[in-house]
T-cell receptor, first 120, second 112 residues
Framework: DTGVSQNPRHKITKRGQNVTFRCDPI?????LYWYRQTLGQGPEFLTY????????KSRLLSDRFSAERPKGSFSTLEIQRTEQGDSAMYLC??????????????????FGEGSRLTVL | GNSVTQMEGPVTLSEEAFLTINCTYT??????LFWYVQYPGEGLQLLLK???ADDKGSNKGFEATYRKETTSFHLEKGSVQVSDSAVYFC???????????WGAGTKLIIKP
């Protein structure tokens, strides 16, 4: 069990550029979540997938944000035309719900180390 | 709707002091309850969990008991260490969709 992996760990970009983050969940997990966290705040939900289907997206999320999980395994989060307000830690988490295994029926999330975005 | 309320921080204690961080929740159904910890510069880690009433979760000397009658899940530790300095988040799993509902977090500072 290799845990949740996120890349890159840190991205510095200029305003207006596009950035993409990747998340590799725990292999048997069917759910994958993206959160955003700013300094001193709790995680802010962005979106989640069950297998390859994107089941929910935060209404507060700008259209500049898009996420995919094309084969139900890894996921990417793309931010287009970045703004300074996008600077934050982007957290990915995975879980397994509905069948036997770790975290089943409890909603327990396993987090990656996060990808820190700095927009200059 | 479902919600989690936890005590505001920062909480500052001396090493070896007793710790309590309060967490109360509002939920329909029977949620699972969690404490996550975030050490400086790191991601979120599950500290402990409880899945039904009267369950006690424990890990690294921390404990929390799922109290349905008081809708609480207070985090306790008998003797804190400097290394326990971190931000602690209480959360519940919405039983309808397993989405996590988060508290605002409590920053804990332990002084030598």
């Amino acid at each position: 069990d290799t845990g949740v992996s996120q890349n890159p760990r840190h991205k510095i970009t200029k305003r207006g550029q596009n950035v993409t983050f990747r998340c590799d969940p725990i292999s048997e997990h069917n759910r994958l979540y993206w959160y955003r966290q700013t300094l001193g705040q709790g995680p802010e939900f962005l979106t989640y997938f069950q297998n390859e289907a994107q089941l929910e997206k935060s209404r507060l999320l700008s259209d500049r944000f898009s996420a995919e999980r094309p084969k139900g395994s890894f996921s990417t989060l793309e931010i287009q035309r970045t703004e300074q307000g996008d600077s934050a830690m982007y957290l990915c988490a995975s879980s397994k719900v509905g069948t036997s295994g770790r975290g089943v029926r409890t909603g327990e999330l396993f987090f990656g180390e996060g990808s820190r975005l700095t927009v200059l | 709707g479902n919600s989690v309320t936890q005590m505001e921080g920062p909480v500052t204690l001396s090493e070896e002091a007793f710790l309590t961080i309060n967490c109360t929740y509002t939920a329909t159904g029977y949620p699972s309850l969690f404490w996550y910890v975030q050490y400086p510069g790191e991601g979120l880690q599950l500290l402990l969990k409880a899945t039904k009433a009267d369950d006690k979760g424990s890990n690294k000397g921390f404990e929390a008991t799922y109290r349905k009658e008081t809708t609480s899940f207070h985090l306790e530790k008998g003797s804190v260490q400097v290394s326990d300095s971190a931000v602690y988040f209480c959360a519940l799993s919405d039983p309808s969709n397993y989405q996590l509902i988060w508290g605002a977090g409590t920053k804990l500072i332990i002084k030598p």
